[in-house]
């Protein structure tokens, strides 16, 4: 008997959707069902993948997101739910890097990768999920209480790499953020989650893959290979589902065994 996941009737939020694996995981869970909201800056970008979505036959909105701003953040969660509906399903995924070394890392860029990474990763949560704790509550409306956060780190978040350290500094409070949020959350039905993927071939970091240096990389890895946004898709979807419900606070890598 086939074995399927059906996210119908729930609202997705997905942040940093306008490229790369935001764009990725909001096909796939328009694919399973659920209404998603594509958030990021690029509205351009977010309206074509709004048509792409909907010429596979799935329900997509647009809005505006700047993760670094309080103001931005809470304006698009609440037109978000006044458009769609309240959300079941944050994924949290908006994200920036920087290459250098430690010693060569100026304010600026630690302040560039933070303020995406930490600070805006964090005040999505906490609004997303005051809402869900409202539902949970009975003091706000909805027919689904709970809900479900995935908050995407990266496998450098879990092992030293050089040259991006201030991203894997960022991506490791990432990780102690879902935990200290599962925990303080969970009584009332709302998962807390962490994705950890590994090298993903994006057309973000495409062409690194073809040069000389991006080739040495990939003979370092277990198998040889970097891995492609669809290969997160099922992990996803399992964490978005309420199937889900025993699995909170989880910090889970799909890096194809490089942290091993």
């Not at 869970?29 to 074509?48: F, H, I, Q, T, Y």
């Not at 509906?85 to 060569?104: A, H, K, M, P, Y």
């Not at 999505?124 to 479900?148: C, D, F, H, I, N």
Request: charged share 20%; glycine share 10%; net charge negative.
């Amino acid at each position: 008997m086939a074995y399927t996941i059906d996210l119908s009737g729930r609202v997705a939020l997905v942040t940093g959707a306008s490229s790369g694996l935001g764009a990725q995981f909001a096909r796939v869970l328009a694919r399973s069902g659920a209404a998603v909201v594509l958030a990021a800056r690029r509205l351009e970008k977010l309206k074509d993948l709004r048509a792409q979505i909907e010429g596979e036959g799935g329900d997509a909105h647009v809005v505006g997101l700047d993760v670094t701003s309080l103001e931005s953040i809470r304006a698009a969660v609440a037109h978000a739910e006044t458009e769609v509906g309240s959300i079941d399903i944050l994924v949290n995924n908006s994200g920036v890097s920087t290459t250098q070394r430690i010693q060569d890392v100026g304010e600026e860029e630690f302040d560039y990768v933070f303020d995406t990474n930490v600070k805006g990763a964090f005040f999505v949560a906490q609004e997303v999920g005051k809402r869900m704790l409202a539902r949970a509550q009975g003091s706000a409306p909805g027919t689904y209480t709970g809900g479900r956060i995935i908050n995407i780190a990266s496998m450098a978040g879990m092992r030293a790499l050089p040259q991006i350290g201030v991203y894997a500094m960022s991506k490791a409070a990432v990780i102690q953020m879902t935990k200290v949020l599962a925990l303080e959350w969970g009584r009332f039905g709302i998962n807390v989650n962490a994705l950890c993927p590994g090298y993903i071939d994006t057309e973000i970091n495409h062409r690194h893959w073809e040069s000389e240096q991006g080739q040495k990389l990939v003979q370092m890895l277990p198998r040889k290979r970097v891995g492609k946004p669809e290969d997160l898709d099922a992990l996803l979807v399992m964490l978005a589902a309420n199937e889900s419900h025993f699995v909170n606070g989880a910090v889970i890598a799909a890096d194809d065994g490089f942290g091993i």
